[in-house]
């Protein structure tokens, strides 16, 4: 039986979500139904992606009998009251990076979820990429001996784009790139906390971060470096050294389609979309969804690749950089 879909919000994201499950088998994922906040919004998109149902405000998709899970596209600062919502109303959730503005909310979404006895993951979709998963086997192989190295960049110029340089809209580097960063290098220490984090880093007059360079520190003097920028365009690049050999990911550090091996390149190509995307190697959220499914069908609330104590992790060190450069959201405050 196909996983029926929910899609919240008829955005970019949202298109191109949709867009990457149209490559999946139609006998495992299919949409049912979209909300926006104008009902003509959603039913445009319905029309664009073939959608049996479109809804004009999320409570409706909530309410909806059809729904196996509900894919949240809507911008951050709108994911904690978007996720309780589905979740009290019994629906699993997929939520997109970052799970929520800082790690008290985290926690109350994650509370929530297990309140309501619901799965629901943070859509970290560079984690389900075959690249990714490979790199994680020779780690865990021990391929390259002892890590002793985490290097990564995520810049790109996007000053120009009203969300990433409004506070009330969730913008700033750390949040919206840099989150790339600090996942892989954490998923390289597999899940560990890092002893020490050290960022400094330059702010808009927005208040938002514009640059941010992170340093952290974890067990057994083992580190990880990464900057992020929106106003940067920078490698979008990243390495791992090993006292025995090293991997590195020579482009689109976030979606990657390639590593290099001790110098030998892999490549991993990917399903071509049957309509526009509106960023870069969409249809690799064909893999997180599918692990969604996978999940479901085991019966497990949370995915072992990207766990509920992940994704509080990550909130938590996403504050700390956010503390130590100065951004201060207003939810912060809440």
Known sequence: MATRWGICSAGKISNDFTVALKSLPPEDHQVAAVAARKLEDAQEFAKKHS????????E????DPNIDVVYVGVIHPCHLKACLLFMNAKKNVLCEKPLAMNAKE????LACATRNDVFLMEAVWTRFFPASVEIRRLLEEGELGEVKMVRSDFGVPVMHVPRSMSKELGGGAMLDLGVYCLQFSIMVYGGEKPQSIQATGVCAETGVDETVVVTLKFSNDRMAVFTCSSGLQLYNDAN??????????????????????????????LPEPSLPLNFINSTGMRYEAEEVRQCLLKGLKESPVISHADSLLLAEVEDEVRRQVGVVYSQDHS
Do not use: D, F
Not at 60 to 63: K, V
């Open 106 to 109: 985290v926690k109350e979404i």
């Open 51 to 58: 959608i049996p149902q479109a809804y004009g405000n999320y």
């Open 240 to 269: 791992i050294v090993g006292t025995r050999g090293n991997i590195r990911i020579p482009a689109h550090m976030w979606c990657p389609t390639s590593i290099e091996v001790n110098g030998k390149e892999s490549h991993y190509t």
């Open 60 to 63: 409706e998709l909530a309410r």
